[in-house]
Nanobody, 127 residues
Framework: QVQLVESGGGLVQAGGSLRLSCAAS????????MGWFRQAPGKERDFVAA????????????ADSVKGRFTISRASDNAKNTVYLQMNSLKPEDTAVYYC????????????????WGQGTQVTVSS
C-alpha cells in the first residue's frame, strides 16, 4: 500500500524559510516522479515542483512562481524514500496547503495525473 506523509509546515513571516518533507512507503521512488502541489482556499491545486530520479543526475522542474526560491530534493540515502521542498524567501501568496504526490514515469504538472497523494501540510506566511 502506497503512503505519503508530509511534515514541516507551519507559520512563518514573509522572507522566512521552511522545509517540507514527504516520506513515501510502499513503492520504489527510483521508478516514480515525486511532485509538490499547493492549494489555497477557494483556488485550484497548483503545481509547485517535481523531481525524477536518474542515475545520471536527478531531473527537477519548477513552477515559475517559485523558481529561484524553492528547491526540491531527495534524501541522499535511497532507503529513506524521502523528498524535501526547501522554501526560501517566502511570500504571503505562498500560503496554502502543500501536498506531495507521486506517479510512475515522467514529470508532469497536472495534478490528476498523479496517482497517490499525501494528506497535506499547512504553510502560512504572514506579512
Amino acid at each position: 500500500q502506497v503512503q505519503l506523509v508530509e511534515s514541516g509546515g507551519g507559520l512563518v513571516q514573509a522572507g522566512g524559510s521552511l522545509r517540507l518533507s514527504c516520506a513515501a512507503s510502499g513503492l520504489t521512488l527510483s521508478s516514480y516522479t515525486m511532485g509538490w502541489f499547493r492549494q489555497a482556499p477557494g483556488k485550484e491545486r497548483d503545481f509547485v515542483a517535481a523531481i525524477r530520479w536518474r542515475w545520471t543526475g536527478d531531473s527537477t522542474y519548477y513552477a515559475d512562481s517559485v523558481k529561484g526560491r524553492f528547491t526540491i530534493s531527495r534524501a541522499s540515502d535511497n532507503a529513506k524514500n524521502t523528498v524535501y521542498l526547501q522554501m526560501n524567501s517566502l511570500k504571503p501568496e505562498d500560503t496554502a496547503v502543500y501536498y506531495c504526490a507521486t506517479k510512475p514515469g515522467s514529470m508532469e504538472v497536472i495534478a490528476p495525473r498523479y496517482n497517490y497523494w499525501g494528506q497535506g501540510t499547512q504553510v502560512t506566511v504572514s506579512s
